[in-house]
């Protein structure tokens, strides 16, 4: 049985939690998965952030929810000028890191969603 890398087909999970819109994007260069604006900055996912999205099981729409209405995220490995949001939900902290970047293609500054986490709440 081959690895879905080497037939091209992602499996099923990840292609359910993770819409066609974001993967193509990343594949053919830089595009918003929606317009998400964090400090007036364009957020735009990295592939390893879409990578994470679908193993931790974290819609699109809950990212959103985590950039805007998230509260304050830090730990000891966040680079100087890194942001982290993060909400509690479910017994679990799932949270987004951004880290700022400027964007050539469409000529201005944005935010690049760098990790999407989850950890279990202490009980």
């Known amino acids: ?11 099923l999970a990840f292609r359910e939690s993770i819409n066609y819109l974001f ?10 998965m929606f317009e998400l604006r964090y400090n007036g900055k364009l957020c735009i996912p990295s592939h390893d952030a879409l990578k994470d999205m679908a193993r931790h099981d974290v819609p699109p729409s809950l990212v959103e929810r985590i950039i805007m209405d998230g509260g304050e995220h830090r730990n000891g490995m966040m ?9 509690n939900k479910g017994g ?3 949270f987004v890191k951004l880290v700022p ?11 690049v969603m760098k990790h999407v986490g989850k950890r279990r709440l202490n009980k």
Do not use: A, K
């Open 1 to 11: 049985m081959s690895r879905w890398r080497d037939s091209g087909v992602p499996p």
């Open 23 to 32: 993967i193509h994007g990343v594949q053919t260069g830089c595009i918003p």
């Open 79 to 87: 680079c100087p000028g890194e942001v982290g949001r993060s909400v």
């Open 92 to 94: 679990f902290e799932i």
């Open 101 to 111: 970047s400027f964007s050539i293609s469409l000529n201005e500054e944005v935010w």
